[in-house]
């Protein structure tokens, strides 16, 4: 016997369409992706805060962080002055024209401050950035 051709309608078969929650998924992909804080790696400090802030952030920026213990760190890392002017030669050999930015605790000595932009003086960097947070008021 022959079956009868049924135009028209749908067979559906089993199971959930997970199209639209993959829509979503990706969305709220991007959405995250978009969102995340990309900015450069260091050591969370205490910033003094300053009524205007412009953004330093550039993809080879050097982050040197001065902590509330006076401990300095490049990039994430701890290092002494001497590693600190050794890795800073090296990457001007490398790149001469890179950014600095300086992030020192807002309870860390001047001092200590001071004896690191004397560094970047002898190294004669000239892109160097302080950074700070932004008053509230």
């Known amino acids: 016997m022959a079956k009868a051709a049924s135009f028209g309608s749908k067979k559906r078969t089993g199971g959930i369409n997970i199209t639209p929650f993959v829509d979503v998924l990706l969305v709220v992909l991007v959405i995250f992706i978009l ?12 910033l003094p805060k300053a009524s205007t802030t412009v953004a330093l952030e550039k993809p080879q920026t050097k982050a040197i962080t ?3 213990a006076g401990q300095v760190f ?31 605790d807002a309870q860390v000595q001047y001092a200590k401050v001071v004896e690191v932009l004397d560094l970047l003086r002898r190294i004669e960097l000239n892109q160097i950035g302080l950074v700070t947070g932004k008053a509230q008021g």
């Open 35 to 46: 969102t995340s804080n990309a900015s450069i790696p260091g050591i969370q400090v205490n």
């Open 66 to 68: 001065i902590d509330d």
């Open 74 to 104: 490049l990039d994430a890392y701890p290092v002494s002055l001497a590693e600190l002017e050794e890795r800073l030669r090296a990457q001007k050999a490398m790149t001469p024209d890179f950014p600095v930015i300086v992030r020192g």
